[in-house]
């Protein structure tokens, strides 16, 4: 009945709409989602240039660059040598763009918002004005986290975990003045609009699904979404309460995370606070959100993987449950990040053994992608290499995450490249190739018109060889011992001149790899932009694709579907099915006698 309301509420489907109404404040889902993907680039863009800057001091320590001249001004590179201040500064400000800005806005925002309704048979999200002040939350969020950057004293300074007591003391370093609070201020917006986002897609899920639109009829990408949204709603609250309290031990004098503390050789009167509540609080939401950019990823690729192999996705079922298996175990597992904190060892065991556990429900999704692929009838196109390649990145970085796991063996490579490497690989290049593949696949829905394959290709193949080789060499990095978030590594001379030497070699072909990537990502932005203007228009199926989306017209529509809401009769992955005259059989075809669904 829900559904069927909803479909009565659009009786204005044809109503003229203003440029502002229609392009900046939206209301409706695909335009939303188009924005909340603007952004996201953007966003990636400048944090993979913060990226190069630092890796640039890294890679040749005390030598003059113009590059870092040209961005950094003389106050912050003097003699176009990086400050080590703001060194810190722009490792901080990248992890934070990257993790929160690119992979859960761009993920989430983006694709939960153009492909529920599509996929549901919806008119729109379940409040068009919450959808619409999600975004420009997020947006504003955006701006403030980006103004930072150009503050006389930095941005905030204390590693995109913000642990105190760096980020709680305004005189610890420049940037944690105004930076820090600026930071606080964006994260606390990017909370609100995480929630208020959260919520209409939870909502939007449950109430609004067409007629035959079963939970069990529902594509992996809905499922998906609809658990990530699960848990942003139950972990983000946890993020804000942290913030909230480092804010008061900042401005009001309170010490909920400081204690016995000298600066300057001055005794601070804090006292009976610890800093490992905080990273408590932080982790809680920390590792669900690991899951909040990967879930929609993984969702994405089924998706794809499953239409460009011809085949029925393996293992529907075990998908969705590994799905809301990983979004259980995903929220005690915390204490993996925190094993060198002096935790009770009996506390380290159960945290490793839960962190071991969620290794089942990942290893399930990976087989069932490479069951899936297996004997498929497989057609490459730029969306399928990227998919293919978050199960191979999926599969390298989880591997490392089993070493880190144990309490044992973290704790001799706790804090060093190795965990940088680790989670670069898993969350990282796994969530951005889910992101390229998601928007190479779903463009013709989002824009009209197809994007260049050939240059998807030379996108795929510079962005899987130069992320690996950027990350992958970080182990060899971290196994020598090199600590994360060093500004310089020379103290390592002194006592192992070999180690020194590998450690500058490693990061020269680090950095250089880097640049590649980087340079990768602009064949990307000129597909993209390109594709928007001038690019072949689409037709109405381009993948031959069984889900919903496909079903609406090219040119967007308000309220998706001119006529009547389609009407559901199978799930969505009937591809090359014995007895049918094509290869796909779309959801709204009704079963035909003696057929069994699936």
Known sequence: MAAVAHGADHGHDHHEESFVSKYIFSQDHKMIGKQFLMTAVFMGLVAMLLSILFRIQLAWPGESSDFLSMFLGEKWAPNGILNNEMYLGLVTIHGTLMVFFLLTGGLSGTFSNLLIPLQIGARDMASGFLNMLSYWLFFLSSLIMFASLFIETGPAMAGWTIYPPLSALPQAVSGSGLGMTMWLTSMTIFIASSLIGSLNYIVTVLNLRTTGMKMTRMPLTIWAFLVTAILGVLSFPVL??????????????????????????????NVGGSP?????????????????????????????????????IFGYRAMIGSILAIGFLSF???????????????????????????AIPSAVKVFNYLTTLWKGSITYTPAMLFAVGLVSTFITGGVTGIILADSALDIAVHDTYFVVAHFHIVMGMSAVFGMFAGVYHWFPKMYGKMMNSRLGYVHFWITIVGAYGVFFPMHFV???????????????????KGAYEMILDLN???????????????????????SIYRGQAAPQNPWKSNTLE?????????????????????????????????????QTTPLMEGEEEH
């Open 240 to 269: 804000l309460s942290a913030a909230l309290l480092l804010l008061m031990d900042r401005t009001m004098g309170t010490s909920f995370y400081l204690s016995d503390i000298i600066v300057g050789g001055e005794m601070l009167e």
């Open 276 to 312: 490992v509540l905080y990273q408590h609080l932080f982790w809680f939401l920390g590792h669900p959100e690991v899951y909040i950019v990967l879930l929609p990823a993984l969702g994405l690729s089924s998706e794809i993987i499953s239409t460009n192999s011809r085949k029925p």
């Open 332 to 358: 005690i597992v915390w204490g993996h990040h925190m094993l060198v904190t002096g935790m009770n060892p009996f506390l380290g065991s159960v945290f490793v053994f839960t962190t071991l556990l969620i």
């Open 478 to 496: 971290g196994l020598a011992g090199a600590p994360r978030r060093y500004y310089d590594y020379s103290v390592y001379e002194g006592f192992s």
């Open 508 to 530: 020269v072909i680090i950095t250089v790899f880097a640049i590649i990537a980087a340079l990768g990502q602009i064949v990307f932005l000129f597909n993209l932009f390109v």
């Open 550 to 586: 496909w079903t609406t017209p090219v040119e967007h529509v308000h309220g998706n579907w001119p006529g009547e809401l389609p009407t559901v009769h199978r799930w969505p992955y009937d591809y090359s099915k014995p007895g049918m005259e094509e290869d796909f059989v779309p």
